[in-house]
């Protein structure tokens, strides 16, 4: 499985950005899929992800009404959309995939995703 993201960039607060993730060699895993971000000395924290078994989304409380996952499951690719950016936001975002079901308690846990894509920088300036 390989995962490809793009769509990171520049951009001032209260901007918008799009982030795309296409993923190959995936078809037919029923495991989630999601993002993740790092930003500099700071751990790999949970963004967004969608448990493809019931198609919900999860959100991390500081991109919750900002942030919007969607997943086009025919194209196998994944979007992130976010809205009203804040410096903070300012990262290295992945997408991440787990090859397998995983109990829900356990679906923000980066250590449990098995295939990552590249990283794309996102940069918002105040």
């Known amino acids: 499985v390989q995962l490809q993201a793009s769509g990171g960039g520049l951009v001032q607060a209260g901007g918008s950005l799009r982030l795309s993730c296409a993923a190959s060699?995936?078809?037919?895993?029923?495991?989630?899929m999601g993002w993740f971000r790092q930003a500099p000395g700071k751990e790999r924290e949970f963004v967004s992800v969608i448990d493809t078994w019931s198609s919900r989304i999860y959100y991390a409380d500081s991109v919750k009404g900002r942030f919007t996952l969607s997943r086009d499951k025919a194209k196998n690719t994944m979007n992130l959309e976010m809205n009203s950016l804040k410096p903070e936001d300012t990262a290295v975002y992945y997408c991440?995939?787990?090859?397998?079901?995983?109990?829900?308690?356990?679906?923000?846990?980066?250590?449990?995703?098995?295939?990552w894509g590249q990283g794309t920088q996102v940069t918002v300036s105040s």
């Open positions: 060699g995936r078809t037919g895993s029923n495991g989630p």
């Open positions: 991440a995939a787990r090859n397998g079901r995983i109990v829900i308690s356990s679906i923000t846990r980066a250590e449990v995703y098995d295939y």
